[in-house]
């Protein structure tokens, strides 16, 4: 079974921040990732598709990267609409699986 | 608009069964793979099951295999997991998605066993 390693866990970031999220695969898995945004209460939202593929109404400022083993979801200038918790999925190999996820808060 | 509904959700005992239902509409349900997906109170997200779009090919985490099934009626623009011999931590809330990658998302239903 492929692990995602997600980190960190959570993070404090103001407002306008650059913020940088990690996934990393324990074998490749291609290109085969998104990321995903969950607010409170609310189901998750897919941002990013096949590792860095915007998804269609998602604001440039999200961006995705990488390949193989290593991911990385960056947003460029943390807006107050981004704080949520954010998942990676790999939906390379059965069984798919989810890294643990990475709150980001207000600073 | 590609909408997902969940239903079926609710308290059951242990060893107790239930099935949930996704109501899919705004798309053409039989030209997807469709995926559950569900979250324990506080937890991460868990990868639960997937299904091919005529229902040859299914595939489940472990911690299911045995005890959930996942069908669908393309008919009826429905998917569905029945959920048998329940242990206390499948409780969460579980959601249906569209496609392998979970493109869009239901809203969720509640499933909590518990005596």
């Known amino acids: 079974d492929i692990q995602m390693t997600q980190s960190p866990s959570s993070l404090s970031a103001s407002v306008g921040d650059r913020v940088t999220i990690t996934c990393r695969a324990s074998q490749g898995i291609r290109n085969d990732l998104g990321w995903y945004q969950q607010k409170p209460g609310k189901a998750p939202k897919r941002l990013i598709y096949g590792a860095s593929n915007l998804q269609s109404g998602v604001p440039s400022r999200f961006s995705g990267s990488g390949s193989g083993t290593e991911f990385t979801l960056t947003i460029s200038s943390l807006q107050p609409e981004d704080f949520a918790t954010y998942h990676c999925?790999?939906?390379?190999?059965?069984?798919?699986?989810f890294g643990g996820g990475t709150k980001v808060e207000i600073k | 608009e590609v909408q997902l509904v969940e239903s079926g959700g609710g308290l059951v005992q242990p060893g107790g069964s239930l099935r949930l239902s996704c109501a899919a509409s705004?798309?053409?349900?039989?030209?997807?793979?469709m995926t559950w997906v569900r979250q324990a109170p506080g937890k991460g997200l868990e990868w639960v099951a997937n299904i091919k779009q005529d229902g040859s090919e299914k595939n489940y985490v472990d911690s299911v295999k045995g005890r959930f099934t996942i069908s669908r009626d393309n008919a009826k623009n429905s998917l569905y997991l029945q959920m048998d011999s329940l242990r206390v931590e499948d409780t969460a809330m579980y959601y249906c998605?569209?496609?392998?990658?979970?493109?869009?998302w239901g809203q969720g239903t509640l499933v909590t066993v518990s005596s």
């Open positions: 999925l790999q939906y390379n190999s059965y069984p798919l699986s």
């Open positions: 998605a569209r496609y392998v990658g979970a493109e869009y």
């Open positions: 705004g798309f053409t349900l039989s030209y997807y793979w």
